[in-house]
């Protein structure tokens, strides 16, 4: 399951999966652009099953009803790909904030991907090897952070934190847990001049295929640990 994946990373995260034969559900807040994300990725291409699924991360009641749908079809969840992620605020500092606008990045960036885990997390205790990937971001990095982005930034911070939490606590219950960094990607949010959009796919993918005795609690870009 990828949360945000009507365009950007997650579209193609979702693309590479089904194109490799799996099962894979495109949750998106706009249930139409979703629809139509599936459409144009099974049109003329064989591979597995996929489900465009209506998921607004900062809905409990959207994401019990996603869960429900997911539970009555597969029975299960193997991997989960807390994508979804709002407010690249580059126009902002610490000082001159928004605060509101730090609010609505932390709903969505911290709080629904935790909120999504939670909804989820029964049907990946019965997955098989079950993995959770939070795309996060090197802007969350405190080793390296500057200023700039503040509500992002925070909120990726934030976001690691939680990335940590949970893979302590579910490490009995072999559910891998790890933060991924794209880096700087072609997408809408990251805008001209970066690399394309397969390449920041490639990490989400390294960390939802990780074998048994793989890390859990860590940051990574591609394969490759990050300062916290």
Known sequence: MVTGANRGIGREVVRQLYARGDTVVLGSRDHT?????????????????????????????????AAATVGERFGRVDVLVNNAAILYDTWQSAVTADLDTVRAALETNLLGAWQTTLALLPLLRVGQRPRIVNVSSEAGSLETMGTGAPAYAVSKTALNA???????????????????CPGWIATDMGGPGGRPVAEGAASVLWAADLPENGPTGGFFRHGVPLPW
């Open 162 to 180: 939680l990335t940590r939490q949970l893979a302590v606590e579910l490490s009995t219950s072999g559910i891998l847990v790890n933060a991924v």
């Open 33 to 65: 652009k979703g629809a139509q994300a599936a459409e144009e990725i099974t049109a003329g291409q064989d591979g597995g099953q996929l489900l465009a699924l209506h998921m607004d991360v900062t809905d409990p009641a959207v994401l019990r009803s």
